[in-house]
């Protein structure tokens, strides 16, 4: 560890005489990415700095413990010995989890599709709600998002909704998400008080830009028609809403949320790269067994993540086996300990892997 350390260190310097070369300074793209890797390695560079300082430190104070002969100053040497290998052990684990090989995707934004699924009306107002979680949470990370397409009744409830959303390791943040969200209540119609079980699905994709995806234009079925609202009925003159099917795959993406034919047709392309993508990284993953276990959840919509327990107020991820209450907050956006949990866990879970 200490070695990769020592490199990250070097590479740091590097990287900061060269932000400060006027040579480079007047191209735009080279100094754009020095500076991102710059930010990239600034966390565990400090980090490294803070440790080594730690060790030297304590190497002092050991000393002093073992040949100091006032015993008052002995005693306050080994107190202070006692508080350095606590902050060294604790800066060896942060530095193990800063050295785990990032996924190449954390940082990207992601587009996410919330669906109905068992449990007819009642789903249809859950798949509503969580939506409105993922966007409140959305908004508190000052994150941007956007529909891509929609499929309601008008009546609150949601059978389907594409959105996008940008922001700062969107995926990294989110990506736990996917998954099978169920929840028990009872519904505003059940007269008899009868508690019911329905469900949301949630897929989470990568966004997936031309560069990480090339796509034949000849494997593209380009449908145009005219976008409807509520109901069926047609709410535009002209025909807006486009269907892009890859026909090797049979990978369908839709966007009719936009007035512009061409607006639709962007949204709906960046919907099928990124189905795209994420079937080739879900390929590859089932390739490589050990990938498989370094996942907190497989991403499938058959796996039940999550329960919302609306009688007892209460929230489990059955992954992680955690439980909060305040489901109202919860369903506000208010969900960054559940993620912190996810990817705490996942962490461990890569740290076991690489024996460290």
């Not at 020095?34 to 400090?46: C, N, S, Y």
């Not at 940008?166 to 007269?191: C, F, I, M, W």
């Not at 234009?217 to 535009?236: E, K, N, R, T």
């Given at each position: 560890?200490?070695?990769?350390?020592?490199?990250?260190?070097?590479?740091?310097?590097?990287?900061?005489?060269?932000?400060?070369?006027?040579?480079?300074?007047?191209?735009?793209?080279?100094?754009?990415?020095?500076?991102?890797?710059?930010?990239?390695?600034?966390?565990?560079?400090?980090?490294?700095?803070?440790?080594?300082?730690?060790?030297?430190?304590?190497?002092?104070?050991?000393?002093?413990?073992?040949?100091?002969?006032?015993?008052?100053?002995?005693?306050?040497?080994?107190?202070?010995?006692?508080?350095?290998?606590?902050?060294?052990?604790?800066?060896?684990?942060?530095?193990?989890?800063?050295?785990?090989?990032?996924?190449?995707?954390?940082?990207?934004?992601?587009?996410?599709?919330?669906?109905?699924?068992?449990?007819?009306?009642?789903?249809?107002?859950?798949?509503?709600?969580?939506?409105?979680?993922?966007?409140?949470?959305?908004?508190?990370?000052?994150?941007?998002?956007?529909?891509?397409?929609?499929?309601?009744?008008?009546?609150?409830?949601?059978?389907?909704?594409?959105?996008?959303?940008?922001?700062?390791?969107?995926?990294?943040?989110?990506?736990?998400?996917?998954?099978?969200?169920?929840?028990?209540?009872?519904?505003?119609?059940?007269?008899?008080?009868?508690?019911?079980?329905?469900?949301?699905?949630?897929?989470?994709?990568?966004?997936?830009?031309?560069?990480?995806?090339?796509?034949?234009?000849?494997?593209?079925?380009?449908?145009?028609?005219?976008?409807?609202?509520?109901?069926?009925?047609?709410?535009?003159?002209?025909?807006?809403?486009?269907?892009?099917?890859?026909?090797?795959?049979?990978?369908?993406?839709?966007?009719?949320?936009?007035?512009?034919?061409?607006?639709?047709?962007?949204?709906?392309?960046?919907?099928?790269?990124?189905?795209?993508?994420?079937?080739?990284?879900?390929?590859?993953?089932?390739?490589?067994?050990?990938?498989?276990?370094?996942?907190?959840?497989?991403?499938?919509?058959?796996?039940?993540?999550?329960?919302?327990?609306?009688?007892?107020?209460?929230?489990?991820?059955?992954?992680?086996?955690?439980?909060?209450?305040?489901?109202?907050?919860?369903?506000?956006?208010?969900?960054?300990?559940?993620?912190?949990?996810?990817?705490?866990?996942?962490?461990?879970i890569k740290l076991e892997e690489l024996g460290?």
């Amino acid at each position: 560890m200490l070695d990769k350390l020592a490199s990250l260190e070097n590479r740091y310097d590097e990287l900061e005489h060269l932000m400060a070369d006027p040579d480079i300074a007047g191209e735009y793209a080279r100094l754009q990415n020095v500076i991102k890797e710059h930010a990239a390695i600034k966390k565990v560079v400090l980090l490294s700095r803070e440790y080594r300082q730690v060790i030297t430190d304590l190497k002092e104070v050991q000393d002093i413990a073992r040949e100091e002969s006032d015993r008052e100053l002995a005693s306050l040497a080994r107190e202070e010995i006692s508080d350095l290998q606590d902050r060294k052990g604790h800066l060896e684990h942060q530095l193990r989890i800063e050295l785990i090989p990032k996924d190449p995707n954390d940082e990207k934004n992601v587009i996410v599709e919330v669906r109905a699924g068992t449990g007819g009306e009642e789903a249809g107002l859950f798949a509503a709600e969580m939506y409105r979680m993922y966007m409140r949470y959305a908004q508190r990370a000052g994150w941007d998002l956007d529909v891509i397409n929609s499929n309601s009744n008008g009546l609150g409830s949601i059978k389907e909704i594409v959105f996008k959303i940008d922001g700062d390791n969107a995926y990294s943040r989110l990506k736990h998400e996917s998954g099978t969200h169920r929840v028990q209540r009872v519904p505003e119609t059940e007269s008899s008080g009868r508690i019911h079980t329905s469900a949301a699905t949630v897929a989470v994709l990568p966004e997936a830009e031309e560069v990480d995806l090339q796509v034949d234009p000849d494997d593209l079925q380009i449908d145009i028609y005219f976008a409807s609202g509520h109901g069926g009925q047609s709410v535009q003159k002209n025909a807006t809403a486009v269907r892009i099917t890859h026909v090797p795959t049979g990978i369908v993406a839709t966007c009719q949320d936009e007035r512009s034919q061409h607006k639709n047709r962007e949204k709906a392309m960046a919907v099928l790269r990124s189905r795209l993508l994420a079937q080739e990284v879900e390929r590859q993953q089932n390739e490589r067994s050990s990938a498989r276990k370094s996942q907190v959840g497989s991403g499938d919509r058959s796996e039940r993540v999550r329960t919302y327990n609306f009688p007892q107020d209460r929230l489990t991820d059955h992954r992680v086996g955690y439980t909060r209450h305040n489901l109202e907050a919860v369903l506000d956006g208010d969900i960054d300990d559940i993620i912190g949990e996810l990817i705490t866990h996942e962490q461990a879970i890569k740290l076991e892997e690489l024996g460290a």
